[in-house]
């Protein structure tokens, strides 16, 4: 489980096709690796991956071909990404409850400056839209974020600029797709609601 707090952006230093997948190789700037161990959990753009091998701040972790089929970010070298590494149960929980499980890849339909942060508006794929509330929460690209608006499959938040100072979102731009996770609640409450008709 993770937060949706980034801890670092790192850069993919590596991606080499293997057997349908890739081999990331992920180097960190400032992100603690000491206490990463082979098969540790790390959240890339809000993706869950398991670090394989691990070299000073630089980790490497298998990505399947059904993970890259419904995702983004993760296939350029040189590309820049969110880390944050697993939540410890004695660890503050800043951000929300965060799989790591990409549920579906949205566009980024404005981004605006509106002087005291930024207005993101996202169009999420169809089947997501009845997940996402306002004052709801939401991952984009691994950043845990508040819903402000909602429309029909379109939903707004906004970023302050520590958010935009410390995680790969300022690259964003009208057309760039992002990774989304719904907030685990909604998707637990569903399957109460629909049980009995399974």
């Known amino acids: 489980m993770f937060s949706g707090i980034i801890?670092?952006?790192?850069?993919?230093?590596?991606?080499?096709?293997?057997?349908?997948?890739?081999?990331?190789?992920?180097?960190?700037?400032?992100?603690?690796?000491?206490?990463?161990?082979?098969?540790?959990?790390?959240?890339?753009?809000?993706?869950?991956?398991?670090?394989?091998?691990?070299?000073?701040?630089?980790?490497?972790?298998?990505?399947?071909?059904?993970?890259?089929?419904?995702?983004?970010?993760?296939?350029?070298?040189g590309g820049h990404v969110n880390l944050e590494k697993a939540l410890r149960l004695s660890d503050r929980l800043g951000g929300h409850l965060v799989s790591g499980h990409v549920d579906g890849v949205g566009e980024v339909i404005a981004f605006n400056d509106i002087g005291e942060s930024w207005r993101l508006v996202v169009r999420a794929p169809h089947q997501l839209a009845r997940y996402i509330a306002m004052k709801g929460s939401i991952t984009i690209n691994g950043v845990s974020l508040t819903?402000?608006?909602v429309a029909g499959a379109e939903f707004e938040v906004n970023l302050i600029p520590h958010t935009l100072d410390v995680t790969t979102l300022n690259e964003l731009k009208t057309g760039s797709r992002v990774n989304l996770e719904i907030d685990l609640i909604a998707r637990y409450v569903e399957r109460m609601m629909t049980a009995d008709k399974a």
Do not use: P, W, Y
């Open 147 to 149: 819903v402000n608006h």
């Open 7 to 77: 801890a670092d952006v790192g850069i993919i230093t590596k991606a080499e096709e293997r057997m349908g997948g890739l081999r990331l190789c992920v180097s960190a700037e400032v992100l603690d690796m000491s206490d990463v161990q082979t098969g540790d959990s790390i959240a890339v753009n809000g993706v869950c991956l398991t670090a394989v091998k691990i070299e000073g701040r630089t980790f490497t972790a298998d990505v399947s071909r059904e993970t890259l089929s419904c995702t983004v970010g993760l296939e350029h070298q």
